[in-house]
């Protein structure tokens, strides 16, 4: 079984692998005058998927920040 860094380290590559590369290598592409209206497409599709996951990345990350929080008290007289 794998310990936390080493999943840590699995999601980060997998990550890279499946979203950035394809987005980088299809940006180097388009900006060699390499591939046409395909790689274009492409390219888009993957920076639209890529600025997705962050959204829906930065919208767990706050939903999670507030399931956690304790409760504020309504009042700070201590009564």
């Known amino acids: 079984m ?3 860094s080493q ?3 699995l999601m980060a590559l997998a990550v890279l692998s499946l979203l950035v ?3 980088v290598g299809s940006g180097y592409l388009l900006n060699n005058d390499l591939g046409g209206e395909f790689i274009e497409d492409a390219h888009e599709f ?3 998927l890529y600025l997705w996951a962050v959204v829906i990345h930065l919208g767990l990350i ?4 507030l399931m956690v929080m304790p409760s504020t008290p309504t009042s700070l007289d201590s009564d």
């Open 2 to 4: 794998l310990d936390a």
């Open 7 to 9: 999943q840590n380290m």
């Open 21 to 23: 590369l394809p987005l």
């Open 46 to 48: 993957f920076g639209e």
């Open 62 to 65: 706050a939903l999670k920040a």
